[in-house]
């Protein structure tokens, strides 16, 4: 059985709040946290990241690729991005919290910046700066999004499109994937 929060769930407004931050001193909780985001995400690999809201957890933390890949997965802490420029890209996103919801298949085609400075600390409290473009930089908004309350469906000006079956919905992500797999760069 699944431990991930979703849209339809009794537990579904920690979805809808801001997260509070991971604070000085809190490493054990950091630790805890990402070993959870790491159990309930590392079985749905090849995946792109996972929020701790979507584990039911209100704190301000996430894992997040840049290729779907779990080399690459990051733990990343109190997280904040900023746009290099105004390039941006509308691109379908799937998230665990809807697509796991009984009988909802959605996704939303959003527009996100393509080229960002993010700032994060990593589990071992280093302070990363560094630059995201592309799918990366797209993955990252989107985590940042749950630490901010909000999901892909519910981002104003997205575009969503649902299915009747899940088989659906498999086939059209095969396709998404396929077209993001062109948009991976470190």
């Not at 919290?97 to 393509?114: C, F, I």
């Not at 592309?134 to 309350?149: C, N, P, R």
């Amino acid at each position: 059985m699944s431990s991930i929060v979703t849209i339809d769930c009794p537990q579904q407004e920690i979805l809808k709040k801001r997260t509070e931050p991971i604070k000085e001193g809190e490493q054990m909780l950091a630790e805890e946290i990402a070993s959870k985001l790491y159990e309930e995400l590392l079985p749905r690999m090849p995946a792109a990241g996972l929020a701790a809201p979507q584990i039911g957890i209100s704190r301000s933390m996430f894992l997040f690729s840049y290729d779907r890949q779990i080399e690459n997965l990051e733990v990343v802490i109190n997280p904040s991005f900023t746009p290099n420029d105004e390039t941006q890209f509308a691109g379908w996103e799937a998230c665990f919290s809807v697509l796991l919801s009984k009988n909802t298949w959605k996704v939303a085609k959003v527009s996100r910046y393509q080229n960002i400075r993010v700032r994060y600390q990593n589990l071992s409290g280093k302070t990363i700066e560094k630059d995201l473009t592309g799918f990366g930089a797209t993955v990252f908004q989107h985590e940042y999004d749950h630490l901010q309350g909000l999901n892909c469906v519910d981002r104003p000006n997205a575009e969503i499109k649902s299915f009747d079956t899940k088989e659906e919905l498999i086939a059209f992500m095969k396709d998404v994937k396929k077209e993001d797999a062109k948009r991976y760069e470190k």
